[in-house]
Structure formats: C-alpha cells, structure tokens
C-alpha cells in the first residue's frame, strides 16, 4: 500500500457528463500529480499541484480541471465526457525525488 | 522540452536470458531519472533512480549523459520479472514525465 488513495475505483457514465475524481495523498507529501494512462498514449501527464498551487501543467485538455485543497487532497474534474476520455487515471503524491502512486480510477464512457 | 522515449512497447525473452529496456530523454538541464514498474493488476512503482545508483531486484540503469539514454538491464531474466516498465524525467519545476512504457514478458 502506498498510502494514496483514489476513490472511486471504476466510474461509468455517458457521454457529455461530468465527473470528479479524488486522491488523498500520502500524509505529509506536498505535492500531487495527476495521470491518464491509455493503451496507446502510455502514461500522460495532465497537472502536477504542490501545497495547493498549480506547479506544472502538461497535456490536459481545456474540458479538464483539477484543484488541491487545504487538507492536501486533490480532485480531477473532468467533464463534456467524451468515449475517448475513457482510461485509468493515476494520481501520485510526493516529497522530494520519489512519487506515490495511487491505483488509479478506472473511468468507462459510454 | 522534456521527453522520455521507450522505443519498444513489448520486449519478450525466456527466462535466464539478458534483458535491457532502452530509454532516451530530451531535456536540457540536469534530469533525473526514474525507472517505475508496474505489475500485473497493481500500482506503479519506483524500481530505481539514477542518483542511488542501487541495483533492485538484479536490474540496474546508467545514465548516459552523452546518448542521454538510462537503459534497464538485468543479465538473468526471471519469471516475476514480467510487468511493464516505465522510464521517468524530472526536470523543470519538479514535472514528472513518464515514457510510453515496455511491456517485459519473460517466458519459462
């Protein structure tokens, strides 16, 4: 167990909703990365926050947003779901050099 | 830009066999590097970087500063090997970006 925890485990919807993810780091670590991983993009990364601030963006789509909290947890909104939106969306937290990953939500857009 | 390049998406070899997972990287600065694995049905998870210099599990990684390459090897595969392989950058503002990964398959 890494200590990073994503609810939910699997999400389902239809095109055009909108859903939130979640990640509770692991206590202490400042800062949390967000990921999609598909089978032929591999692991992309979509936005990093550090103690509550946007600290690096990477290839996350305008219909996607994120936020960090004061407690530290982080949320990925994503929303105007598309059937290529469907993947498994890691977050990981982490302090110095090494990141924690949690096992990931698996989103399904039908 | 940060890049990270695994130019093998699958890499199959039997058992007792020399494996090597190759990584280059586009970054220009001073990177450091990450090998992650992922096992079948489990989180990813960090192998090992390239500031320890440790060898986990029997794999190893040099960094190349000058093929800026951070290849994976083990000389003697094993069965439990089997998981896909991730190579990682950080660079700038602590980003933290991932190759497309290498799926290792050993067989018996």
């Known amino acids: 167990d890494s200590g990073v925890t994503q609810t939910p485990k699997h999400l389902i919807t239809a095109t055009g909703q909108r859903v939130t993810l979640r990640c509770s780091p692991r206590?202490?670590?400042?800062?949390v990365y967000w990921y999609q991983q598909s089978l032929d993009q591999g692991l992309q990364f979509l936005i990093q926050?550090?103690?509550?601030?946007?600290?690096a963006k990477g290839n996350i789509l305008e219909r996607f947003s994120a936020q960090q909290f004061p407690d530290l947890h982080s949320e990925l909104n994503l929303s105007s779901l598309e059937l290529g939106d469907s993947a498994l969306y890691f977050c990981?937290?982490?302090?110095?050099?090494?990141?924690?990953f949690g096992q990931g939500t698996r989103l399904t857009v039908v | 830009a940060q890049r990270v390049t695994q130019p093998e998406k699958l890499l199959s070899v039997f058992k007792g066999a020399p494996v090597e997972l190759k990584c280059n990287y586009s970054?220009?600065?001073?990177?450091?590097l990450f090998w992650y694995v992922q096992y079948s049905r489990q989180r990813l998870q960090l192998l090992l970087r390239?500031?320890s210099r440790e060898s986990i599990k029997g794999f190893t990684a040099d960094l190349n500063k000058g093929e800026t390459s951070f290849h994976l090897k083990k000389p003697f595969a094993q069965e439990e090997d089997s998981a896909m392989y991730y190579c990682?950058?950080?660079?700038?503002?602590?980003?933290?970006?991932f190759g497309t990964g290498t799926r290792l398959q050993v067989f018996p």
């Open positions: 990981a937290s982490g302090r110095d050099t090494e990141a924690f």
């Open positions: 990682a950058l950080r660079g700038s503002a602590d980003k933290l970006i």
């Open positions: 390239h500031i």
């Open positions: 970054y220009s600065g001073s990177p450091e």
């Open positions: 926050y550090y103690n509550g601030e946007e600290r």
């Open positions: 206590s202490g670590d400042l800062s």
